[in-house]
């Protein structure tokens, strides 16, 4: 196997060769849970489980873990605006994540864990850096030693001097030099907090994903991942804290996806912009969303809008259309033909070309590409005077499976296969039985439901419209 990955890192694309043959330790960083995820959150989600698929389609044992966020200065916000608590806003909004990035047919990952769940294991860890005079205690806040850590700034390929221009010390702040970085926050009157060392508080943002990572998967993880806003400070801030404390490298390779634009203006809440996935999937099959994200490469910007998510409907609609033919044709496909091994042989083909594409730092643009081209032939051997099911089968198999790779579904949510084959043979009965207005009627209810019916000499087929 041989997979290339870009790496942050290095800001190249490098053989990925896992710590322990077959195996591989990957950690995405997760959502703060105080609201319905935007898409901007769903584009990580959706790319780093297609990598995980695709790590587990390739052989690979893959351990995967990703955070929740559950406490912090967005969720004392909104704690405070609804009258609630923390932990009430967040179990609300995790389940709420789960529904909808499980409609974007996102699996779980091996472990979910929480800030609050792991509150022993972060305040073990903020302990072992003061005894290693890596952080400080002042006025019940805690902060690292920024320039103590020797290749802070490696992986945003920043120096210590650039950061220090534009660094300062804010009023109020205890810290003893303006690039040093909280890692505990003394309590304020009326916020959720925790007993430690150095007084009641609770963590800064960076360390929890250090903790999890240590306590989940082991001083050094093959893979870190998350969205490219994520590279610094957060993720520079975590290498800093987690090779501090172990003395390791603390991820072999750095995976960051591109920003999303809506509308060609950047994604902020500050513009007002940000468009929730909870609500795109009220109107919009969850799986145009995930064929949407995976029509671009990962680590480049892509743009959102209404128009372009109607385009991306169509051109799913098409490839689950040859499917949906091909399963047609296979009930009378068994007349013999002399060129099935040469069929066979570009199907196959044409999944070895999936695979290198895949292999090449996870191009899913290109890989789906290759779909349609898998649908070009359908196509062209379905034009065929004679079929044979030992093809159509191929074709169905490598279908299945690469779609199943990248995470995505041969069909529409709505109506099940069986329930729209049941309605059209009671449709058939109807037309046997000449009773034509109850077969208008079926076809109109189908139709209703953007089922399109057609009528060939092999019988009643259907398509989604």
């Known amino acids: 196997m041989t997979i290339k990955i870009y790496n942050t890192a290095t800001r190249k694309k490098e053989t990925f060769v896992p ?4 195996k591989v330790k990957m950690y995405v960083c997760g959502p703060t849970v105080y609201n319905y995820i935007h898409i901007g959150n769903a584009r990580p989600a959706i790319v780093f489980d297609t990598v995980r698929r695709y790590l587990d389609y390739r052989g690979y044992d893959v351990h995967f873990v990703s955070n929740f966020t559950d406490v912090d200065d967005k969720l004392i916000r ?60 002042s006025e019940g806040d805690v902060y690292f030693r920024t320039r103590k850590f020797d290749g802070y700034g490696k992986l945003s390929h920043q120096s210590i001097d650039e950061l220090r221009v534009g660094a300062r010390i804010e009023i109020g702040e205890k810290k003893q030099d303006a690039l040093d970085f909280a890692l505990w926050k003394a309590a304020k009157d009326g916020e959720i907090s925790w007993e430690s060392p150095w007084g009641s508080g609770r963590p800064g943002w960076h360390i929890e994903c250090s903790a999890m990572v240590k306590k989940y998967l082991g001083d050094t993880i093959d893979i870190h991942a998350g969205g ?12 800093a804290q987690s090779e501090a404390l172990t003395g390791k490298t603390f991820a072999n390779y750095w995976m960051h996806n591109g920003y999303i634009n809506i509308d060609n203006e950047k994604m902020s809440k500050s513009l007002g912009n940000f468009v929730l996935v909870h609500d795109i999937i009220k109107n919009h099959d969850p799986q145009v969303l995930r064929f949407f994200m995976l029509s671009v490469h990962y680590r480049h910007p892509i743009n959102y809008s209404e128009e372009v998510l109607e385009n991306v409907k169509a051109a799913l609609d098409r490839l ?41 730092d996870f191009n899913t643009a290109n890989a789906i590409s290759i779909l349609f081209e898998l649908s070009k032939q359908a196509n062209y ?20 499976t690469l779609f199943s790779v990248l995470g995505l579904s041969l069909e529409e949510e709505g ?24 077969s208008d009627e079926i076809r109109d209810r189908l139709k209703s439901m953007n089922i399109i019916l057609e009528d060939t000499p092999q019988g009643t087929r259907w398509k989604r419209g």
Request: net charge negative.
């Open 415 to 438: 109506l099940l296969d069986e329930e729209i084959e049941g309605l059209i043979q009671q449709r058939i009965q109807a037309r046997k039985d000449r009773d034509f207005g109850l």
């Open 320 to 360: 689950r259309t040859s499917y949906q033919n091909l399963k047609h044709r296979l009930q009378a496909s068994d007349g013999l033909t002399e060129n099935n091994e040469a069929w066979i042989a570009k199907v196959n083909e044409l999944q070895d070309q999936f695979i290198a594409e895949m292999d090449d």
């Open 228 to 239: 490219q806003d994520l590279a610094f400070p957060h993720h520079e801030n975590e290498i």
């Open 381 to 400: 051997y379905l034009m065929e005077k004679n079929t044979h099911k030992e093809v159509i089968d191929a074709f169905l198999e490598k279908f299945s």
């Open 78 to 137: 909104a704690a405070k605006e609804l009258g609630e608590d923390v932990p009430t806003i967040s179990k609300r909004f995790i389940e709420a994540y789960f529904e909808d990035v499980s409609a974007l047919g996102c699996k779980k990952a091996d472990a979910h864990p929480t800030v609050i769940e792991n509150m022993d294991a972060i305040i073990d860890f903020i302990s072992t850096l003061i005894e290693k005079g890596f952080a400080y205690e």
């Open 19 to 22: 710590m322990e043959e077959g």
